[in-house]
């Protein structure tokens, strides 16, 4: 689809894919709506784009990449990526904050602004819907199901500590609120899945996440409480 108001974006996708494997490409717009409708009744399909090789129609974009033995992810499939991504990231970050302030990426205190960046970037994203991530949290934290008000609360409490982590300031408050939602969070969450045995999806990054609930989450809040008992013995001052 090419219209004035709009490029199918799957459509450019598949072009550029063609492309890079050596095809070469007769490509057809549709720009139209009522051109887009009679292809779509014309071939049985409901969306486009749609390729054809060699007369044969291989279908749309995550058609031709399958085609191609190209991973297609499949809507609601879990993935741990989106914390691996984020776990990478503030890791890179907090080298880079040591290597900017110390000359050397590999300090305590890289490890120390790790823990807090963390933190901080997971609770942007439950922050970005709140609501959303308080009723997936429901699903398994121990505390919101007693008070469901702490499915609201936590996102705010974990990106406070987060900050002051990073900042090296007020550890009296910062502990205290990672020890205690990092070990609500691990009891919670080895309650669920290893006692209850219950498959669920993660709250940690926010409530529209499909990372499976389970060791990466349980390691997120060992790591939380980890980080606590380090600054807490005066390893983590600054």
């Not at 702490?150 to 987060?162: D, I, K, M, Q, S």
Request: neutral net charge; aromatic residues 12%; hydrophobic residues 50%.
């Amino acid at each position: 689809m090419v219209m004035p108001e709009h490029t199918c974006p799957y459509g450019l996708k598949a072009l550029d894919l063609l492309r890079r494997k050596g095809f070469e490409v007769e490509d057809h717009h549709l720009t139209t709506r009522a051109e887009t409708d009679a292809f779509k009744a014309e071939h049985g399909v409901k969306t486009t784009p749609q390729v054809f090789i060699g007369g044969e129609r291989i279908g749309g974009y995550d058609d031709l990449r399958r085609h191609f033995g190209l991973h297609v992810a499949e809507p609601g499939a879990a993935s741990y990526r989106p914390v691996i991504a984020l776990f990478a990231m503030t890791a890179l970050l907090a080298l880079a904050a040591s290597h900017a302030a110390f000359g050397t990426p590999f300090t305590l205190h890289a490890l120390q602004w790790f823990g807090g960046f963390s933190m901080a970037i997971l609770a942007l994203l439950k922050l970005q819907d709140v609501e959303k991530f308080s009723t997936m949290f429901l699903n398994y934290d121990l505390l919101a199901k007693r008070w469901v008000r702490y499915g609201y609360v936590y996102p705010f409490a974990e990106g406070l500590a987060g900050v002051l982590m990073v900042a090296g300031a007020l550890n009296w408050l910062s502990i205290p609120i990672a020890l205690f939602i990092g070990t609500v969070g691990a009891v919670s969450v080895f309650k669920a899945v290893y006692i209850d045995k219950r498959e669920l999806k993660c709250a940690c990054v926010g409530g529209s996440s499909n990372v499976p609930l389970g060791f990466v989450s349980l390691t997120e809040n060992l790591g939380m409480i980890a980080m606590a008992v380090w600054m807490l013995t005066g390893m983590g001052g600054m």
